[in-house]
């Protein structure tokens, strides 16, 4: 970064002198007036504003060359309105201000952390590290990175570390707890089929966090897409729903399928499964008994969407941002009481980014959720006349559901 503010006060921020004057001189013209002074102030040494503005734009993030004294922006890239930054020709930020102040009354270079809105309406603030470096006793440049996504990554890196810390631990400190039960209770036949059941149901938990894990650190590989081909849509949609049926009846929850046929994608064809089966297992884990989930798939041109609706218990809304990290859950103890590991959203995230899809959410906090992957597809689908076939329902060897 030193290197980077040395060349563009090197190379150019010097000769903005010149402009400097410039603008003091012609205070009272209109701003395209003294823009075109500029310009006849640089054009002899062989640098226009234009000029300036591309050695700015070359800088990483956000670069403005503000006057000290008025306050007022000389130049600015383009990155530094985008972040809201610079507006109507003024520092639009409190904190970058008195920093420029400050380094103009002590010469010395400046840097800071600083948080601001993003524009325009987003919720989410942008994280910027700001540094404010004098280049004459009038002129101060403005170097802005946004860094909100280093930290949040970092964030959720150490969260991810954590939470599987302790979802491992948890498996095996109770498998630890229950086999010195099980040898207690040696004479007693029953308690010891009660703890073995619970050793069971623990080993499980476990077997199913470490396959998540095998399952993400592959979808995150060199190439996940090694074996891609024509994967058809219909198989996936039944084969995932056939892997859930049993766990679906258990509960009286009632699994229709419906939309269009035939829709077709390049891909893996079990990482496309893995992905419906787990936002299929959600929505039954987070649904009440004697409900009804909902899946289908809608074709348009170029990509097709797959929705599973289901009529739970919703997300609330500050949760929506996160649903997808790795091991973050909404309702911790709900999770945990149905064995999720909090991996499975992020797996499904990343197997639609492997095929060159997305992922969304709609949710109202209890009424229910909707989860659409939207993915490429290739040849041509068929339109569905509207029939729908539950979780029962046979699949003809075209791909069609019985109606």
């Known amino acids: ?30 701003i395209q007036a003294q823009r075109e002074s500029e310009v006849s102030e ?78 325009p309406y987003a919720t989410r603030r942008i994280e910027l590290l700001v540094r404010v470096a004098p280049v004459n006793e009038t002129i101060v440049l403005v170097i802005a990175e946004d860094i909100s996504g280093t930290r949040r990554i970092e964030d959720v890196r150490r969260d991810f570390v954590a939470n599987v810390s302790h979802e491992l631990k948890t498996p095996v400190g109770a ?34 966090l470490v396959t998540d894990l095998v399952d993400l650190s592959r979808l995150q590989g060199d190439d996940p897409m090694q074996y891609a081909q024509e994967v058809d849509i219909d198989s996936v949609l039944h084969e995932a729903v056939d892997s859930m049926r049993t766990t679906a009846q258990a509960r009286g929850i009632d699994i229709t399928v419906g939309g269009d046929h035939h829709a077709k994608v390049f891909g893996v064809e079990g990482q496309l499964v893995t992905a419906v089966r787990n936002l299929l297992a959600n929505a039954v884990a987070y649904s009440a008994e004697q409900t009804r989930i909902s899946l289908g798939c809608r074709v348009a041109p170029g990509h097709c969407e797959i929705t599973v609706t289901d009529q739970g218990m919703g997300i609330r809304s500050g949760g929506l941002d996160r649903i997808f990290e790795r091991v973050y859950r909404v309702e911790q103890a709900r999770s945990r009481e149905t064995g999720g590991t909090g991996l499975g959203l992020s797996i499904v995230k990343h197997v639609c980014q492997n095929h060159g899809g997305s992922v969304s959410v709609w949710s109202v906090e209890g009424e229910g959720s909707t989860f659409t992957l939207r993915l490429p597809t290739v040849g041509r689908a068929i339109p569905n006349n509207g029939s729908k076939a539950n979780v029962d329902s046979e699949y003809l060897e075209e791909g069609e559901p019985v109606t």
């Open 1 to 30: 970064m030193a290197i980077i503010v040395g060349l563009v006060i090197g190379v150019g921020v010097g000769l903005l002198v010149g402009i400097l004057g410039a603008r003091a001189a012609h205070g009272s013209r209109g």
């Open 42 to 119: 640089l054009q002899p040494r062989g640098l226009s504003i234009a000029d300036i503005q591309r050695l700015l734009t070359g800088v990483p993030g956000a670069a403005v060359l503000v006057d000290a004294k008025t306050g007022r922006v000389l130049v600015a890239s383009s990155d530094s309105f985008a972040m809201g930054l610079v507006a109507r020709e003024k520092i639009a930020v409190e904190q970058v201000s008195s920093m420029i102040n400050a380094v103009h009354r002590s010469a010395g270079l400046r840097e800071q952390t600083v948080e601001l809105p993003r524009p």
């Open 175 to 208: 498998l630890s707890l229950l086999s010195e039960a099980v040898l207690e209770a040696a004479d007693e036949p029953d308690e010891v089929r009660h703890f073995a059941g619970r050793m069971r149901i623990e080993s499980a938990r476990l077997a199913h």
